[in-house]
């Protein structure tokens, strides 16, 4: 990861940050028509693109973070601990850590999903 800067408004510092340019990051095929772009990430936190073609699924898991996934596009059926919801554009689901979720694409979309801590298995 790039070092940390400081952006300036009128001369205040208004942030510390580590800037992560989209284009620079490195785009993962995971098969069976999924994508992964892990955005930014520090100790705590990673923020990580999911992209899926229609009809494309994420296998029913388990992980000790706890995870958030926003749709960004697309429709998809959401499964946690066997109930499932289905949700579009704007909609987000927090899953406790542990707890078994996955997902199918019902419509071709991308998942921003937010991890805390970072995934250091996506590191690898």
Known sequence: MPAPFCLTLEGETEMKGIPAKHDSQ??????GGTTRR???YNDDLMS??????TGAEGAVHTHPHTQLSYVLSGRFDYTVEG???TLEPGDSIVVPSGLPHGTVCLEKGVLLDVFN??????LK
Not at 26 to 31: A, E, M, Q, S, T
Not at 48 to 53: A, L, M, P, Q, R
Not at 117 to 122: G, I, N, S, T, V
């Open 117 to 122: 801590p970072k995934r250091d298995d996506f």
């Open 48 to 53: 990580v693109e999911v992209s899926f073609e």
């Open 83 to 85: 109930e499932t919801v």
């Open 38 to 40: 892990i955005l930014a």
């Open 26 to 31: 490195r785009l993962i095929d995971l098969g």
